[in-house]
């Protein structure tokens, strides 16, 4: 008889961006715990501000900027971490974003990590427009977190777009690093009322809504027992609520997808759920399947038996 295996991809280095602050420090904490029970590498990333290059006359001007920022770092990390991870922090000029994502690159890197503040605006590393700079530009997940999560309970959160695959496949993966309760919700918004229009029948609408969702979505989850949820109403409101009722420790959701999935970088869902963080934050880019990080590979064994 032949049986299907499933076998977890290993795990990437994990890049941490942290500055002085205390989120910055709860997110490090996490991080590596996170990279000892994936049995990965932890690294630590700082960006100043400046040209990414500096002038020959002006390069111990340059290097005293680097001590002086490592050093703030490490007074704010202090015995948090470990020592080794301290003195290999990197720090280098230019815009957080960018530095994150050469920083990636140049690891090879599956995860960028983030600190943040619960039902409140981010710390320094996601203050304004950097937090939304780093999820439209990063090509692996970015997670936020909130304090020093106890990851329990895993809430992703998919519409009816490509999205959908490599957002529940983070989502698993993510669940099964930590032990984690896996919940899958999907929300259905009201069709928008367009002037002339006329409007399809609402409990005909759901109900198609719904079979396309249990059809082509659900059928890509693999970890068994997994309690699926379809709700109706507003994405971001929906979400939020969800997320609270259930106590999730982290919420997923995709970028670059259709529906409100497609508004996720590009307005308030994305503000919403960043800027007052029901949970920790896992926001997955599209483009992580492309790169081949979908979350678990698996294989056809052939095993004997009756």
């Known amino acids: 008889m032949t049986k299907r295996r499933f076998s977890v991809m290993p795990w990437k280095p994990i890049v941490v961006g942290v500055d002085a602050s205390p989120e910055a420090a709860d997110a490090a904490v996490f991080a ?88 409140s605006t981010l710390g320094r590393w996601l203050g304004g427009s950097t937090g939304l700079n780093v999820a439209r530009t990063t090509a692996v997940p970015l997670l936020v977190t909130v304090g020093e999560p106890a990851i329990r309970r895993v809430l992703v959160a998919v519409d009816q777009s490509g999205a959908a695959r490599p957002t529940l496949a983070a989502a698993e993966r993510y669940a099964a690093l930590f032990g984690a309760e896996l919940r899958a ?82 307005g308030s869902v994305t503000e919403g759920l960043i800027n007052h963080l029901p949970a920790s934050l896992l926001v997955v880019p599209a483009a992580a399947a492309a790169a081949g990080t979908e979350a678990r590979a698996f294989s056809a064994v052939n095993e004997e038996g009756t």
């Open 185 to 266: 919700l999907s929300v259905i918004e009201p069709l928008p009322v367009l002037p002339e229009v006329p409007q399809p029948d609402v409990v005909e609408y759901h109900k198609l809504s719904e079979e396309t969702v249990a059809r082509d979505i659900w059928s890509l989850i693999r970890t068994p027992d997994v309690n699926t949820l379809v709700r109706h109403g507003a994405a971001r409101e929906t979400i939020l609520r969800e997320a609270a009722e259930w106590h999730a420790d982290l919420l997923v959701v995709g970028s670059h997808g259709k529906g409100w999935g497609k508004r996720m970088l590009v």
């Open 32 to 119: 590596v715990a996170a990279a000892q029970h994936a049995e990965t590498s932890c690294h630590l990333v700082h960006a100043t501000l400046g040209s990414r290059r500096a002038p020959r006359r002006e390069r111990y001007p340059y290097t005293r900027l680097y001590e002086e920022a490592s050093m703030q770092v490490g007074a704010a990390l202090g015995s948090r971490v470990p020592m080794a991870l301290l003195e290999n922090l990197a720090v280098h000029r230019g815009k957080p974003a960018a530095v994150l994502n050469d920083s990636v690159a140049a690891l090879g890197a599956e995860l960028v990590v983030l600190g943040g503040k619960h039902h």
